[in-house]
């Protein structure tokens, strides 16, 4: 079982760039596939990035492909979102989830994942 805690939300103008850290407690991090979530007011929570348990694979949703990249450290037992190009519309809150059952590609693009953490709130202004 893991636990993920994000880090690193804050306010940033729009055109801006901002890394969230989500870092999940836990021997058996490496084991995990881990995916990035948003929400805004109002809104259903959205899938945004997941990378599979080596890092070798990755899903991206269209409306961050090209803008946002995830990335993981194993040793770190920390996953990464770094988010460019920023926009009055990525404001939301932003969530860390682990998933140790996806072993495909087509599995990491399901919003379905185990643990979450709290989130952490992203602010981009105009």
């Known amino acids: 079982q893991v636990q993920p805690v994000e880090f690193g939300g804050g306010l940033v103008q729009a055109g801006g760039s901002l890394r969230l850290s989500c870092a999940a407690s836990?021997?058996?991090?490496?084991?995990?596939?881990m995916g990035w979530f948003r929400q805004a007011p109002g809104k259903e929570r959205e899938l945004l990035a997941a990378i599979n348990w080596s890092g070798f694979s990755t899903y991206y949703a269209d409306s961050v492909k090209g803008r946002f990249t995830i990335s993981r450290d194993n040793v770190k037992n920390t996953v990464y979102l770094q988010m460019n190009s920023l926009k009055p519309e990525d404001t939301a809150v932003y969530y860390c989830?682990?998933?140790?059952?996806?072993?495909?590609?087509?599995?990491?693009?399901?919003?379905?994942?185990?643990?979450w953490g709290q989130g952490t709130q992203v602010t981009v202004s105009s």
């Open positions: 989830a682990a998933d140790r059952r996806k072993s495909t590609v087509q599995a990491l693009a399901l919003p379905e994942y185990e643990y």
């Open positions: 836990g021997r058996t991090f490496s084991s995990y596939a």
